[in-house]
């Protein structure tokens, strides 16, 4: 059966995020074992942060990645199995191990602006024969032109294929077809989107993307994402269907992963909250999420107000130290008089 | 200030399917206080199903809802109070009754083929010196052709707007382009929409209607309504901001209304789970829900199974008895040996 789109599953990763890094061996077989019955291309696994984000700064795994990685691939007989890497976190050792595992898909993520720092880790991957995605995270900070320059990077360092990746949320479906648009007619290469639902729209970009010409979607069951989480998997597919857009996922197979197995697992369910919301309209980093939290709490402000800041200066993943810094000052502009 | 679109909030008319019809006095009270200072435009209040729709049939509301309008009319100052009623389960003398407590919009709903039979309440209410919306229910259900002909049936009885509404979420963005766009070219009066978002494209839906011309939107605070919610009236306000598209609406105060108001009455998150999906995929009206899970419960066959079969025999609201025969038809062929 000709495919029009290529699925991947990221629940087991970018879902991560949803449950503070808890995934255990067990969750992670009955996951991948009836994703992989449900005709799931591909199935992304490891920390929310990628691999080797397990520690202090990005929560720490109650399961070894490696552990979890493993047992995806026992699992998986029509699937194959993705990972993701941001270098700086994770390391080239780590690459080679997941690739040792079985892991068949690697996923090369950076900061938009930063796809130099990517080309290391494509050139390995390649080497390793694998199939092999540059992932330009955040990639609503910069106008289309930059973002195609940064594309082509990845494009000649040999990924496959290049993401957009809207990280927080943050794009609305005139911006992400402008965006796929120019890259379907300046790179070679497949493109794809990641999108995330904190201006609840994560469907609505990806309908955008598909027909502006993505043929690699990302997709979490039960919207299991960092943030608002993302596009959801199986509305997708249902969505997919009605386009007459072929992804080879059983419908109803998935639906009830998403019923049966992922739901239960979730500590409460993904909605937009008002921190979730504020995410997606400042433009900020998900991982900023907790830090600003409780930075609020500290200091008495609005987490909103915190990240809504942290979007105009153009923080990006790394700059946690400056919320402490913002929410003292605002705590301070608040309380004048207060010394 | 200029509003390029107005909002109504129908939290606590669709969202009264979302609580099983349970609001209470204090509860609208302190929500229309907010959504007051929040200076949401117009505020919807009345049973799920419209005035009258206190009956075993459609779920009996804890508080009779001229109680609640009553309540609502007290506490608006800048926002104005509509409320919905559907010919045949609302009369007359319901809508006479809410004038006279003071609210200011009518909204006269009808099957999307049967615009005929508004033809008196849209009358009656103009006579009262009401705003007058058409409501066009189930809008997908029918080519673009003919919900412009029910429209101009609408028009011609004197509705100041005409709705399209998407009951089951079974619209994808680009047939609300296609709807809105006719509507606002065949008719002179201003054009409005209502998403669902079990497709998880109610936002999607509501920019494409905004682009293509509709200039009165729907909203619910957390999604709360029938369904899988409708689009999050929140979160629109944060996209529209994002669009430069004006609402009046203050972003921070309906936030905090989500959050603080709203968010604590949910019995549970508003999701798109297996049922929801089921019913948007296969067009069918919310209210039938609760009826096919009770009937695949009866005869052990699947819930969707039995929502898609009623979105392909086109089933309409007031034909649930149909629910009873399918789930009884699919129990017998599935065990064809069981007599």
Redesign the interface.
Known sequence: MKKDVLITEVALRDGSHAVSHQFTINQVETIVEHLDKANVPYIEVAHGDGLGGSSLQYGRSKVDEMKLIEAAVAKSHNSKIATLLLPGIGTKKHLQQARELGVHMARVATHVTEADVSAQHINLAKEMDMETVGFLMMAHMVPTTKLVEQAKLMESYGADIVYVVDSAGAL??HQVKERIKALKEELGVEIGFHGH?N???????T?EAIHAGASRIDGSI??LGAGAGN??T???I??L???GISTGVD??KI??V??YQV?PLLP???????DS??M??AGVYSSFLLHARRAAEKYNVDT?DILVKLGELKAVGGQEDMIVDIAQEMAKNENPMHI
Chains 1, 2 share one sequence.
């Open positions: 609305l479906p639902n201006l609840s729209v994560a469907m609505g970009n309908i039960r919207c596009t959801q199986e509305v997708l249902g969505v269907e009605k386009l419908m109803y639906m009830d998403a019923e739901a409460k369910p993904q909605e937009i909250t008002k919301l504020a997606g309209y909103r």
